[in-house]
């Protein structure tokens, strides 16, 4: 591999795990920079998924202490990622990507506007809980059905084509808890490393030859360093900067899977 493209994948990877620490999407830098130097669509989704759990790793880690007290719920959530991971690592496997893929720019732009729409969506919730008598952080079963299987499908998405899964986590959560955008941001780490745990697994297990594992590995490196600072970082900003982010980046994202 030449030089200049190690320099590339790493800066890339770099960028990529501060941006998932954040936000999610860093797939959409990196996916992108190695189809540009080359790589095959598919090998690049599945280097990418190998390399980035690095990444995803340090990010999760970095927000540790906003995990607290949400695992009466995660232990819900987990099961419905995992099972969703393995779902679409299957069909990335044998379907064309282009049945999935002309989705996705769609699920992200309903993402986005759940990120945006997400305080209001809580108030509107907030009034309701209060109107019947209940406390606003009760969520009723409904609610954790919905939950679910929105966690599900995002799974499926995930283990698919990883890019803005992390968005897509924060709209969902967003429009369904109680919950401050630096602890949903903190359980979409959590849940975006096991899919793209379980999606590395079973791309190795299956498709161990259509992997680079020179460019799974330098993402790999390159991430695993940006993860700890998007988490360091990324815990200071406020809740409005937070969202400002996350749409700034789902916009570049958006404009990014419509143009490679």
Known sequence: MPVSHIVLIVLASLAAGAINALVGSGTLITFPTLVALGFA????????????VAGSASGTW????????????????????????ALGAFLLLHLPEKVFAQVVPVLLVLALALVVLGPRIQAWARRRAEEAGRSAEHITPARMTALVVGTFAVGVYGGYF????????????????????????????????????????????VAFDRISWPAAGLIAAGSLVGGFVGARYGRRLSPNALR????????IGLYRLLTV
Request: hydrophobic share 55%; proline share 3%.
């Open 41 to 52: 669509p598919v090998t690049s989704t599945m280097s990418n998924a190998v390399g980035l």
């Open 62 to 85: 970095g927000y540790r202490a906003e995990l607290s007290g949400q695992w009466d719920r995660l232990r819900w959530q987990i099961p419905a990622s995992l099972t969703g991971a």
């Open 162 to 205: 990883t890019a803005a899964q992390g968005i897509l986590l924060v709209g969902v959560m967003g429009a369904l808890l109680p919950e401050s955008v630096q602890r949903m941001n903190a359980a979409k780490n959590l849940l975006a490393l096991l899919v793209n745990l379980v999606a590395a697994v079973g791309y190795t297990l």
């Open 244 to 251: 400002a982010t996350i749409v700034v980046v789902g916009l």
